[in-house]
């Protein structure tokens, strides 16, 4: 199989990556799951994805779609990669297994269709938070613990966001 069918088996919708988690879990997998824009790809991005595969067997990433980007408040001009590109990007490191575009505001619904054993966000989330309307809550969290699972959250790496790329190509230093 070549290696752009190989990237494009691992993008997959709903109603597949749902069956996925189920047979992965029969078969004693360990399914971690994160969600996100990442609109345009750094290292802080590829470090924080590598450290969430490591937390278990298979990474599935719940990917934002251009609408869902849109309405996360970034500004007009985002994403600046549309779907297709993102995935296509994310889907050739080795270490995520699947990737799933979601439509709603936050990964809910995802999450309950995948129940993971590992739900995992970025060190600007907070796993103590219970107010659900705070922007630092992790999103799918009471799934998760209900389903005697785990929440982590890694450390971002500092001097590398998606935001502060976009500024400094827009003021050319």
């Known amino acids: 199989m070549d290696n752009l069918s190989k990237i494009a088996l691992k993008i997959v919708n709903q109603k597949e990556i749902e069956k996925l988690a189920k047979e992965l879990k029969s078969k004693g997998n360990k399914i971690v799951f994160t969600n996100g824009c990442f ?14 595969a490591d937390l278990g ?4 990433l719940g990917l934002n779609s251009d609408n869902s980007v849109k309405r996360q ?12 590109a993102r995935q296509t990007v994310l889907a050739s490191l080795f270490f995520i297994d699947y990737i799933v575009e979601f439509d709603d505001n936050t990964p809910y619904d995802l999450i309950n269709k995948i129940k993971p054993s590992v739900l995992v966000k970025g060190g600007d989330y907070n ?16 799934i998760v613990e209900a389903n005697e699972g785990k929440v982590e959250v890694i ?19």
């Open 39 to 52: 609109d345009i790809l750094h290292k802080g991005h590829v470090e924080y994805l590598a450290q969430t």
């Open 57 to 60: 067997d298979v990474l599935i």
């Open 73 to 84: 408040g970034k500004g007009e001009d985002r994403p600046i990669n549309k779907i297709d």
């Open 127 to 142: 796993p103590c938070q219970t107010d659900t309307t705070q922007k630092d809550y992790i999103v799918g969290k009471d």
């Open 155 to 173: 450390n971002l790496v500092d001097g590398f966001s998606t935001t502060g790329l976009i500024n400094k190509m827009k003021s050319g230093k």
